[in-house]
């Protein structure tokens, strides 16, 4: 096989990459459309002189994408407790790394898309985020050119309406999250409740694997509480670590340690933080969405 195939296909491999990791919120989901992209594109290569490759490669990704998404519906809608996205995580220490990750999509963006009919997920994707033109839009979908615009309307109208407040730049998160761990440690209810906001939601995933709780935790009360009892555990972890990390492009935490019946904790927190107040806590537990993270450590 020609290196220049390869090679073109390996220069848009992170472009895909992000299309279909933004569309389905997983990493091994996003990197099996890819692969499948690429079979495709050298399938018909072989027949077709492709112009635009950058172009074709997006339309096959988003159609695949689509394809897999409708298919996950069935799924997550069986899927015990809540659903959170795999974590795409950083660490602190590599300054390149630092600046792609701030181009990454944040967790409480792909949590509220979850709520999003398929094509209005593909819609806003593709022509928020990449700028692909409805036209275009349309055929990966397979509707109307007016239909992809209504679809994107509909879907950013639900995103606005649904999405955690999340303005903060990295230093004020990392304040944040500093004040929020201090009091969670010590078990200072008062001021871990006025670090929350009054309509903060805490989000667990734990895949029916590990109990991470089957419903949100509301309110700054009740989320204090919460984090307050799992933080008064941790005296029965051994070698518990909590390291910031960047978790989606915003700072959040990768948890480790290991419990005294021999039981490994793994978690990796990220939140959402405006004015100054955490307004959503997300907590992966899945050990099947956390591999990338814990595997290479």
Do not use: C
């Amino acid at each position: 096989m020609p290196s220049s195939v390869i090679d073109s296909f390996e220069a848009e491999r992170p472009h895909l990459m992000a299309i279909a990791y933004r569309i389905l919120g997983s990493r091994a989901e996003a990197e099996d459309v890819v692969q499948d992209a690429w079979l495709r594109f050298d399938r018909a290569r072989r027949t077709t002189e492709i112009q635009d490759v950058r172009g074709w490669l997006t339309t096959v990704t988003g159609r695949l994408s689509l394809d897999v998404l409708k298919s996950a519906r069935v799924r997550r809608e069986a899927y015990p407790g809540q659903w959170l996205p795999e974590p795409v995580v950083t660490r602190l220490d590599d300054p390149a790394e630092r600046v792609a990750m701030r181009q990454e999509v944040g967790l409480a963006l792909l949590v509220v898309m979850e709520r999003l009919a398929p094509e209005q997920r593909v819609a806003v994707v593709l022509h928020d985020a990449f700028g692909v033109p409805f036209e275009e839009i349309a055929d990966v979908l397979g509707a109307s050119v007016a239909a992809a615009r209504q679809y994107a309307s509909r879907g950013r109208r639900a995103i606005a309406e649904g999405q955690a407040r999340h303005t903060a730049d990295l230093a004020e998160q990392r304040r944040v999250l500093e004040a929020f761990l201090s009091a969670a440690t010590s078990g200072d209810l008062q001021a871990l409740a006025a670090v929350l906001a009054p309509d903060v939601v805490a989000v667990g995933d734990g895949g029916g694997v590990v109990n991470a709780g089957t419903r949100p935790v509301f309110g700054a009360d009740k989320v204090a509480r919460f984090y307050a009892g799992i933080f008064h555990h941790a005296a029965d972890v051994d070698g518990l670590t909590l390291e910031p990390v960047l978790v989606n492009g915003d700072l959040g935490l990768v948890i480790s340690g290991t419990y005294r019946n021999g039981r490994p904790i793994r978690s990796v927190i990220g939140a959402a933080v405006a004015d100054g107040r955490i307004t959503a806590i997300y907590n992966q537990l899945n050990p099947a969405k956390l591999g990338s993270v814990f595997d290479h450590r």
